[in-house]
């Protein structure tokens, strides 16, 4: 038997692909109304905006540390508190505690309702609630920690050792010094690694809150965004990368030694 005879060349196959493909991008296009020749002819204000991208002003890096700074403090205290309320709530999201499936579901259709709210969105609602300032993005980064770190939680606990839960009750036990002596013990370093990462993730984050006045450096990158002062955004464009990086790092080499 020759090689060609045992190859399948599925070229209508592809052909289909192709032609199913060029028929949702066509589409696409007229569900959206897009016009790619508007696109096309202001094509030349990208190269000028790349252009004053490309000049950062560096006499402006000194207002940027106290902007980042409130930043950074937003995001530490937003994910102390967020964590400090999912503990104990993924702790009642989970029968592995609680033994009762009302309560567990009852906890986490709350949770899943907290993670569908984008983080814009709920800073917009905060900023109409409470005002304008650092108090509204340390609660967005708090909401935000709590939905998010409490899934992880309660997933960690779900993949236990059951044996020393089963010692503790078996000694008399009741739920919670089951929780706080059997479980807790389990998942500590993952929580410490969760935290680490959602203070990385928050980081990033709030760098954005400002757009809805929230605080922050977000709000010197929405000024500088206002009066087209692009040699700013630059400039802030490039700390908060280099903020973010360092942020990283140090998250990542701390999470390996909690490991």
């Not at 028929?23 to 204000?45: E, K, V, W």
């Not at 709030?206 to 757009?211: A, M």
């Amino acid at each position: 038997m020759k090689i060609k005879d045992t190859v399948h060349y599925a070229w209508k196959k592809h052909i289909l692909v192709l032609l199913l493909f060029a028929l949702c991008l066509y589409s696409s296009i007229r569900c959206t109304q897009a016009d790619f020749a508007q696109l096309a002819g202001n094509i030349g204000q990208v190269g000028v905006f790349l252009r004053k991208l490309a000049h950062p002003d560096f006499s402006y890096l000194p207002k940027l540390i106290s902007p980042m700074v409130k930043t950074l403090k937003m995001s530490a205290l937003g994910t102390a508190a967020g964590m400090l309320l999912a503990i104990p709530f993924s702790f009642l999201a989970t029968t592995v505690v609680t033994g009762n499936r009302v309560i567990t579901n009852a906890v986490r259709f709350v949770l899943n309702v907290i993670r569908t709210i984008p983080n814009l969105l709920l800073a917009s609602l905060l900023v109409a609630i409470v005002g304008i300032g650092e108090a509204t993005g340390v609660l967005t980064i708090a909401i935000f920690t709590f939905g998010m770190a409490s899934q992880l939680i309660f997933e960690s606990i779900e993949t236990i050792d059951m044996s020393p839960l089963e010692s503790a009750q078996a000694v008399g036990a009741n739920r919670l010094k089951t929780a706080v002596w059997a479980v807790w013990p389990q998942i500590a370093s993952s929580v410490a690694s969760y935290t680490f990462y959602a203070f990385e993730l928050n980081v990033r984050a709030s760098t954005v809150l400002g757009y809805v006045g929230a605080g922050g450096i977000g709000v010197k990158l929405n000024e500088a965004l206002g009066l087209f002062k692009y040699e700013r955004v630059s400039i802030i464009i490039l700390f908060i990368f280099a903020v973010v990086v360092v942020v990283d790092a140090l998250s990542e080499m701390i999470r390996r030694r909690l490991k």
